[in-house]
């Protein structure tokens, strides 16, 4: 069930390491926490809920400037966005 909780935030990991511009999880520092990821990544439950980087980089670029997306899902350029990269 922790697993469940924790997720969300280490699904954001890539969009705030492109923004900072470095690799904040790198796999030679943390190999049994990107292996956890990876492995959180392959389950269903996961898949029918993730959100890409791309989504996540133009929430937090919104964020960033004081205008944050909300509704993001319910843009239609950035679900395609999420159907692009899936």
Known sequence: MADLHGYPF???VPAVSDI??????PVEKF????????AMQRQ???????MSTKMHQHYLAGYLTGCPDYDIEL??????????VT
Do not use: H, M, N, Y
Not at 31 to 38: A, E, Q, V
Not at 44 to 50: A, L, Q, R
């Open 75 to 84: 843009d239609e350029e950035t679900v395609a966005l999420q159907i692009s």
């Open 20 to 25: 900072v511009g470095i690799d904040v999880l």
């Open 44 to 50: 269903e439950f996961v898949k029918k809920v993730w």
């Open 31 to 38: 190999p049994r926490l990107t292996g956890w990821i990876s």
């Open 10 to 12: 280490f699904e954001r």
